[in-house]
């Protein structure tokens, strides 16, 4: 594990010293690396990372988190006034394409200041915390003496807070929790969705994506005999095992580590699968991040396209799916409907709720009027009958058109439509 990556090296006390480049995204390494204690001030430090200088903090462990803090606010400050800076183009996609280049700079800045880990995880600062099983958690055995992001380090503490803790789900009546870099079900509209959807089937079920498990979880909690979860990346799969096994459904739940449907040796086909895609066509800039940015939405279209393939004749696949990009104009109803045709689908129903968190009240977020547009859907679609397409899509596109800004706090049912 070690062998594969990079090593940066540094001038201290007169000596070259280097070690392992660790960061969980693997970025490249920084080219210069600069050892630095109390005595450096914001602005330089501000300086010296935006010139793409490493930081190595050899100061009190507090101080150092305080002058992160200090760079984030300069970051954000520089990042706020380029996401409107004048003369440029003010539709929803060019202001969210502009912000999220100033938060992926952001983002870079901060990832160089640096902190060194001992291969036992422990960081040898003053008033440094016991972050080694945080790090373990996060990072897993087989790491020698590193360098690691300090922001990293932090999320890695607040991660292991999540995964002791736990997220209360009212759906499920009980707690998930997420590890690192798995996304947490703070947002529990669209569990609400599955919890309430009515089932083509108590049989079997693919939970494709699944992520920490949560809607797994319910599909069992209300009685689904078998459920079969997927997910292309090991932090998830990890997590949502342990959450089976605590809530005492890992007989009749099993998550593989695949990407989407289930491999060769499991059923090809259920009357119910379900995916919840990452929600915008964008590329995510952190590991987390990807649970909500997907690159040209590469993910949703490849459910879409081998959806029908893996659906009994009269099964249903459930799409949990946001309408922000819609807002955004970052993709349009009929673009999504055009896929659900060409993949051989029919829209069955659709399920909707509003969203009630907290950047809905966010001053300082240029998208706040968009995301008080947005409606969380549940789409149930259902194989095409053969020899229906065109006519089918024109209906659909009449029924599930494009839709219409409402205000915050009203309901949406199909009948609506």
Request: charged share 30%; with cysteine; aromatic share 6%.
């Amino acid at each position: 594990m070690d062998e594969e990556r990079p090593r940066i090296s540094w001038t201290e006390d007169g000596r070259r010293r280097e070690a392992r480049w660790l960061s969980v995204g693997r970025p490249a390494p920084p080219a210069r690396v600069v050892p630095a204690d109390d005595t450096l001030d914001a602005d330089t430090a501000y300086r010296y990372a935006c010139e793409g200088t490493a930081i190595l903090w050899r100061g009190d462990f507090q101080n150092g988190r305080q002058l992160l803090d200090a760079v984030a606010r300069r970051a954000g400050r520089s990042g706020r006034k380029a996401s409107w800076s004048p003369g440029q183009g003010s539709s929803p996609a060019e202001t969210f394409h502009r912000l999220r280049m100033a938060r992926a700079q952001r983002a870079h800045i901060l990832r160089m200041f640096v902190v060194e880990i001992e291969s036992d995880y422990s960081i040898g600062l003053k008033r440094a915390p016991d972050a080694g099983r945080a790090i373990l958690e996060a990072l897993g055995h087989g790491h020698s003496r590193s360098v690691i992001p300090l922001r990293e380090v932090l999320g890695m503490i607040s991660a292991s807070e999540w995964r002791r803790k736990g997220v209360e789900v009212s759906a499920l009546g009980d707690r998930i929790h997420p590890h690192y870099g798995v996304f947490a079900p703070t947002r529990q509209e669209h569990v609400n969705l599955v919890a309430q959807a009515p089932l083509p089937s108590h049989t079997l079920a693919f939970d494709v994506g699944t992520g920490t498990g949560v809607l797994a979880a319910v599909l069992a909690r209300r009685g689904v005999e078998r459920i079969v979860c997927t997910d292309d990346e090991p932090r998830a799969v990890t997590c949502a095992r342990e959450n089976m096994e605590r809530l005492g459904l890992d007989e009749r739940v099993e998550v593989l580590e695949a990407d989407l449907f289930p491999p060769g040796g499991y059923p090809d086909r259920a009357p119910l699968v379900i995916c919840n895609p990452p929600w915008i066509p964008a590329k995510p800039t952190t590991l987390l991040e990807r649970a909500v940015y997907d690159p040209k939405g590469r993910m949703l279209r490849k459910f879409l396209k081998g959806l029908a393939g893996h659906l009994t004749p009269s099964g249903e696949g459930w799409l949990v799916l946001s309408d922000l990009a819609e807002h955004l104009g970052l993709r349009t109803r009929e673009e999504l409907l055009e896929r659900v045709e060409a993949a051989g689908l029919q829209v069955l129903d659709r399920l909707d709720a509003r969203p009630t968190h907290a950047g809905l009240e966010d001053p300082d977020d240029p998208l706040t009027k968009f995301r008080r547009m947005e409606t969380v859907s549940l789409w149930r679609l259902g194989p095409l009958p053969l020899h229906e397409s065109g006519p089918k899509f024109r209906a659909m596109s009449a029924q599930w058109g494009d839709p219409a800004p409402r205000a915050r706090g009203s309901a949406t049912k199909p009948s609506d439509l």
